[in-house]
């Protein structure tokens, strides 16, 4: 089966499809999604090697549970060793032991054939596209900022950018959030967050608005949005920090401390609120949909998804 590999470079290759051993659920993949911890590894940051992705939808073709198969299912990425104290109160992406699907000790998506545990595994609702439900994985981790902190609806909240986690977090902040900013320097994205009914700030103007908000996210995914986070925040107010760039950032941490500041940071979700909200039809990711490529054509694919400004970058199999 087609599969694509990082191995100190990105690759195409032709694997063994994975056997049903009866611990692990085969899953025929339909869809896929490129994130940018995808891009991330491609440079050697989570010392990741074999098999990427962890953003899909695909088929269940083999399980210890006969009812899931031939049903339509995405997969939560983190698989914890089950009897961890993280694990016990089900926050198995926080076990020390845990797997993460593409990212750490197992192989990804990005293959006609996957595997994965049948606790990690939700149904699709018939009612959502295989182009809405490979956002679910991304989807949920947006939806996470909510399981984190309260937000009044009349509280002040930006989101610091404009990429795809940062409008996925606008949408599903969107459904609660009376006074939500978009802050942004991609005018069709931009477009695309006035359409919701969203305010949008370019960043020229942030200086403007120093200490006004009541929540500030940080989803600009460069190591400034550290700084005009701290900027955006009012005393006791909170940052929850989403960026996962890799590197240093040089700040000033005394304003954190003089202002009262809470910082959060935030990584995964659960899939339940982020399936509901496609359910319930309340955001459409698949507008963030860019480009599909059938998995024969990832090196393609990676390119495009590399390129600045690019939203959602899909991989197809078949
Ligand atoms: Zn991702
Ligand atoms: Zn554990």
Not at 61 to 80: C, D, H, M, P, Y
Not at 173 to 190: A, D, F, T
Not at 216 to 237: C, D, F, M, T
Request: with cysteine.
């Amino acid at each position: 089966m087609k599969a694509v590999l990082f191995d100190a470079e990105l690759k195409l290759a032709n694997l063994p499809k994975p056997c049903f051993t009866g611990n692990e659920s085969v899953i025929r993949l339909l869809k896929a999604g490129i994130c940018n911890t995808d891009l991330e590894i491609t440079r050697g940051y989570f010392g990741f090697k074999g098999v990427l992705g962890h953003e899909f939808v695909g088929v269940v073709e083999a399980s210890k549970n006969t009812s899931l198969i031939g049903q339509r299912v995405v997969g939560e990425i983190n698989s914890g060793c089950g009897h961890c104290e993280y694990c016990r109160k089900n926050l198995q992406r926080h076990c020390p032991d845990r797997t993460v699907l593409g990212i750490l000790n197992r192989d990804g998506a990005f293959r006609e054939y996957l595997t994965l545990p049948e606790s990690n595994l939700h149904l699709v609702p018939d009612s959502v596209t295989d182009d809405e439900a490979v956002f679910v994985e991304p989807l949920a981790a947006a939806c996470e900022i909510l399981d984190q902190v309260e937000i009044e609806p009349d509280q002040r909240v930006a989101v610091l950018g404009d990429g795809k986690l940062g409008l996925l977090v606008t949408m599903v902040l969107n459904q609660s959030i009376r006074q939500l900013y978009l802050i942004g320097k991609h005018p069709e994205k931009m477009e695309l967050a006035r359409e919701l009914g969203v305010e949008t700030v370019e960043p020229g103007f942030i200086q403007k608005l120093s200490r006004s908000f009541d929540f500030v996210v940080e989803a600009s995914g460069s190591p400034q949005g550290w700084n005009q986070a701290l900027h955006l925040v009012k005393p006791r107010g909170t940052v929850v920090l989403k960026s996962t760039f890799h590197g240093q950032v040089a700040f000033n941490p005394a304003p954190i401390v003089v202002d009262e500041v809470t910082v959060i940071g935030s990584r995964c979700g659960r899939f339940e609120p982020a399936l509901q909200l496609l359910r319930d039809k309340k955001v459409d990711p698949a507008r963030l949909l860019q480009h599909s490529f059938p998995l024969g054509q990832a090196l393609e694919a990676f390119e495009l998804a590399r390129q600045s400004g690019v939203l959602k970058v899909v991989l197809q199999s078949g």
